[in-house]
């Protein structure tokens, strides 16, 4: 558990985010994308699993692009959803489905 409670003079939701996300070493923001993956996934569940997978990797690429320019993330949590994403096209011309 983290104290959280003398950490910064933040006055707005997104410098409270930063803070703690700061002091987690970014793991917040890790969650914070695993989280989102796995909803999108779910909620296109019922559409075929490769186009759900290689929709859902891009749009977690591009999320992830903008939580790296915006500093909330490096370049090993950035890597996870771009290789995702490779791995899916992958199987999306490789595999017959």
Known sequence: MYNTTNLTN????????E????I???SLTAMLMLTTF???????SNYPKR???LADS??????????????WIGWPIL???ILVFFVSIFLWY???E
């Not at 933040?10 to 410098?15: D, G, L, P, Q, W």
């Not at 891009?58 to 500093?71: A, D, P």
Request: glycine share 4%.
């Open 19 to 22: 803070a703690v996300d700061k």
């Open 24 to 26: 987690s070493n970014h």
């Open 38 to 44: 796995l909803i999108i996934f779910i909620v296109f």
């Open 10 to 17: 933040a006055n707005t939701v997104i410098e409270i985010y």
């Open 58 to 71: 891009f749009v977690m690429s591009i999320i992830g692009v903008w939580f790296f320019t915006l500093g």
């Open 51 to 53: 186009v759900v997978l």
């Open 79 to 81: 890597l996870i959803p």
């Open 94 to 96: 490789f595999i017959p």
